[in-house]
């Protein structure tokens, strides 16, 4: 039982037009290496010889996340807090001391809790 370089099976793989074509090729190249390693080369063909279409086709979709009230409460203060306060970092402290004694915060026991 011999065992085929990966360098010739990577040869053979890329000369192959589909999937008969690759375990005839390697029949040739040595019979016993396919008969103890059919399942692994039907495998391999499998995956190598896909239809790449399907991979094409899928487009992967960022799904757009939903605001948080947090996030919101900072977008709808933002920029009357800019006005009061000279740095970024000055403008986020003082809309997180509105926050945590805001109604719109639901850790104020406003009553409403959401699901998510």
Not at 23 to 30: A, F, G, N
Not at 63 to 78: A, G, L, R, V
């Amino acid at each position: 039982m011999a065992k085929i370089p990966n360098t010739k099976l990577k040869q053979i793989l890329k000369k192959a037009k589909d999937k008969k074509d690759l375990i005839e090729r390697l029949t040739s190249y040595d019979p016993d290496y396919v008969i103890t390693n059919l399942t692994n080369i039907e495998r391999l063909a499998d995956i190598h010889f896909a239809d790449n279409d399907k991979k094409k086709k899928k487009e992967f979709k960022i799904k757009e996340k939903k605001q948080t009230k947090y996030q919101k409460f900072i977008q709808d203060n933002f920029q009357d807090m800019r006005k009061k306060y000279e740095s970024n970092g000055e403008t986020m402290k003082a809309i997180a001391a509105m926050w945590k004694t805001s109604s719109e915060n639901p850790k104020n026991g406003s009553g409403f809790v959401e699901n998510i």
